[in-house]
């Protein structure tokens, strides 16, 4: 608690610095301060990237309620809150920035209750606020951002807390706030043939929590399922991870084709890599095209998978996974449709911590998952239309997903039966007196498809629900 409050105040410290720095009412003797008087600061000064420095504000409203069937437990939640944003101009190819989030809890579920029938709680809505402790409502605040950054002649380098999206580590960012990392990051100019974009990380604070976590301690703080003789797993707070290691390489092949290759190296945990391919068929109008893409992921056990006892490993000792996908689709101006697949083979299960990101597949769908699994289909349509002069936009998205039995720990870690998902996703962005703010409705609905064993247990929050999502922000 005293290092966050220490932290809070240096944010708003540094903020009345940078707004006493562009409304000075100077007390001190005037010849001391005459330059400043007159404007006439040196460009070259620490004081003129503080001085021409850019302040951004996000307040953001999040009410969530998910629907179980009749008989079991629905949950709700309502949360609000608001940050600040600051960045220097730049001195000498150095950067400056930080920024804060507070999130207040306004009126929902009380979390530490359980469904009686089940004794279960609620999945999504804790993840507003704090999962580590569904009790607190009242410190809720993170450092969001506090980084150093050098820009190269195309390149930069930041080091410090600050926010990346990769396949394997990214914001996942469809609750109150996203997930921030703290490390050092290389970015490449993206204007080249060939884009870089990796680093060691050696902190995360993840999605739905305000703490900052080693990489090892954050690994568990989200549901961990079961090992694969079907005991609890013993991972959290177990797992021993100092840096995470990642390295993504992007490519343009010719003018229709780009190439991603990506790694991530947990020491002593696991090794993947991933392999996508995108490609835009040539089209006569330019505002129509059919595009494809091609994804492969490979991922192996390192060491002792995490802990020598094996009731204690994120994965097992030799073990890994495979899995690879394929997409279809074509746009134009207003519409964009694909269809998506995905398969996770029978070689184990696809496994990375869920605190760290969400799945990089083609068929990913808000609010489910398939990591955890193994001799997985996944199949997702998805239509989008957007009216830009409007400024609606409408994604529809449905999938079925052909996952093991749930009595099947081998390959299934969440004891997730196959189902089908239907989201409906819809946002509206204002103008005139209320440019700046935007709106999002987005239900989801799961059918199950699968043996639930007559247990409610293997039902609430996951089948047979619907979720409804309704969020307001407002950006300035």
């Known amino acids: ?58 307040f953001r409203y999040f009410f969530m309620t998910t629907d179980n069937r009749k008989g079991l437990t629905d949950f709700y939640a309502n949360a609000v809150g608001g940050g600040l944003r600051y960045e220097t101009a730049r001195f000498k190819r ?25 004794n279960q709680g609620s999945r999504y809505e804790p993840s507003l606020f704090d999962i580590t402790n569904p009790a607190n409502k ?46 050092v990051w290389l970015v490449t100019s993206k204007e080249k043939k060939t884009r870089w974009e990796g680093g060691l990380l050696y902190a995360i604070s ?29 991972y959290p707070g177990n797992t ?26 947990v020491p002593n945990v696991l090794n993947a890599a991933m392999l996508q391919l995108e490609y835009e068929f040539p089209s006569r109008k330019a505002s129509e095209n059919f595009y494809a893409g091609a994804q492969a992921i490979k991922e192996h056990a390192l060491a002792n998978g995490g ?12 073990n890994g ?84 039995d749930i009595n099947n720990p081998v390959h299934n870690k969440f004891g997730m039966p196959s189902f089908w998902q239907l989201n409906a996703d819809v946002r509206y962005a204002f103008a005139g007196l209320l440019q700046g703010m935007d709106a999002q409705l987005l239900i989801v ?3 199950n498809q699968g043996n639930l064993y007559n247990n409610p247990k293997n039902e609430i929050n996951k089948v047979n629900l619907v979720l409804y999502n309704f969020v307001l922000n407002y950006h300035f």
Not at 307 to 318: A, V
Not at 329 to 343: H, L, Q, V
Request: proline share 4%.
């Open 1 to 58: 608690m005293g290092k966050r409050l220490i932290a809070v105040w240096a944010v708003l410290l540094l903020l009345q610095v940078v707004v006493f720095s562009q409304h000075q009412e100077i007390s001190a003797k005037p010849d001391m301060w005459k330059a400043a008087r007159e404007n006439l600061i040196d460009t070259n000064s620490i004081l003129h990237a503080f001085k021409n420095g850019t302040v951004n504000g996000h």
């Open 94 to 118: 150095f950067q400056f920035a930080v920024s804060g989030f507070y999130v207040f809890n306004i009126g929902s579920f009380d979390f530490t209750r359980k469904d009686p029938v089940t």
């Open 138 to 183: 009242n410190n809720l605040d993170r450092l969001e951002e506090l980084y150093l950054k050098y820009h190269l002649n195309n390149a930069t380098i930041t080091w410090g807390r600050q926010l990346i999206n990769t396949p394997f580590v990214n914001l996942q960012d469809g609750r109150m706030r996203p997930t921030g990392v703290e490390g």
């Open 206 to 234: 993840p999605r739905g929590t305000v703490q900052w976590y080693k990489m090892g301690a954050s690994m568990g703080l989200y549901s961990s399922g079961v090992n694969t003789d079907g005991s609890k797993s013993g």
């Open 240 to 265: 021993s991870v100092n840096q995470v290691a990642l390295l993504g390489v992007t490519r343009d092949i010719g003018k229709n084709t780009k190439a991603q290759i990506w790694d991530i190296w």
């Open 307 to 318: 802990n020598s006892d094996p009731s204690k490993r994120f994965i097992e000792k030799g």
């Open 321 to 404: 996974s495979f899995t690879f996908g394929a997409r279809l689709g074509f746009k134009n101006e207003r519409w964009d449709y694909s269809i998506n697949y995905n398969r996770i083979t029978k070689e184990g299960r696809y496994l990375l911590p869920r605190e760290w990101g969400r799945d990089p597949f083609f068929t990913f769908m808000p609010r489910e998952r398939n990591e955890g699994f193994g001799d997985v289909h996944a199949l997702v349509v998805r239509a989008a239309y957007a009216i830009p002069q409007k400024r609606w936009k409408l994604n529809l998205s449905g999938g079925y997903f052909d996952m093991p």
């Open 445 to 447: 609905g799961k059918i």
